[in-house]
T-cell receptor, first 107, second 113 residues
Framework: DAKTTQPNSMESNEEEPVHLPCNHSTISGTDYIHWYRQLPSQGPEYVIHGLTSNVNNRMASLAIAEDRKSSTLILHRATLRDAAVYYCIPTGNQFYFGTGTSLTVIP | NAGVTQTPKFRILKIGQSMTLQCAQDMNHNYMYWYRQDPGMGLKLIYYSVGAGITDKGEVPNGYNVSRSTTEDFPLRLELAAPSQTSVYFC????????????FGSGTRLTVV
């Protein structure tokens, strides 16, 4: 299974963009990269996923490196409701969530 | 479409008691999972199932048992509860295939005293 490395914590000012990095250097060629977030006292929820190309949806954008060894989740304008723990999961590592990145949004 | 439903939401057990955490999904997902999350920590996989009649251990299976007699239900059994099992338990399901992600339940907060 692919191993991931994410910063333990990050801070952002409200209304500013946030770039959450993830290294997954052992990812296999068929693994999708999924991102989830967990709001306080809730279960994780799906954010976005991709394989090779950058992806956009209403919640976020996902930028995937050309060699696929890293990816970045982009929140274009952070809001207080985006304060959560963000998990990056290559689907070869589909069972294991790790500890993720705790995002603090400063008003 | 209810998604993944977990019951109960909260429970307090005494040491040595047993209980079953219920998990049901109505999305016809093949794969189902049980995770536990201790305070301030990430999720750890307890057991998973890739279909009815098939279960396998995850990272932290000791003290737990599961069964999967139907596609919809995946109960988690705690035998002889211990304080170390105080945690929040999440059930999740997904369709077969690497492109598909998880749908999580809202969790069961268990305290063993």
């Amino acid at each position: 299974d692919a191993k991931t490395t994410q910063p333990n914590s990050m801070e952002s000012n409200e209304e500013e963009p946030v770039h959450l990095p993830c290294n997954h250097s052992t990812i296999s060629g068929t693994d999708y990269i999924h991102w989830y977030r967990q709001l306080p006292s809730q279960g994780p929820e799906y954010v976005i996923h991709g394989l090779t190309s950058n992806v956009n949806n209403r919640m976020a954008s996902l930028a995937i490196a050309e060699d696929r060894k890293s990816s970045t989740l982009i929140l274009h304008r952070a809001t207080l409701r985006d304060a959560a723990v963000y998990y990056c999961i290559p689907t070869g590592n589909q069972f294991y969530f790790g500890t993720g990145t705790s995002l603090t949004v400063i008003p | 479409n209810a998604g993944v439903t977990q019951t109960p939401k909260f429970r307090i057990l005494k040491i040595g008691q047993s209980m079953t955490l219920q998990c049901a999904q109505d999305m016809n997902h093949n794969y189902m999972y049980w995770y536990r999350q201790d305070p301030g920590m990430g999720l750890k996989l307890i057991y998973y199932s890739v279909g009815a009649g098939i279960t396998d251990k995850g990272e932290v299976p000791n003290g737990y048992n599961v069964s999967r007699s139907t596609t919809e239900d995946f109960p988690l059994r705690l035998e002889l509860a211990a304080p170390s099992q105080t945690s929040v338990y999440f059930c999740a399901s997904r369709r077969q295939g690497l492109i598909y992600g998880y749908t999580f339940g809202s969790g069961t907060r268990l305290t063993v005293v």
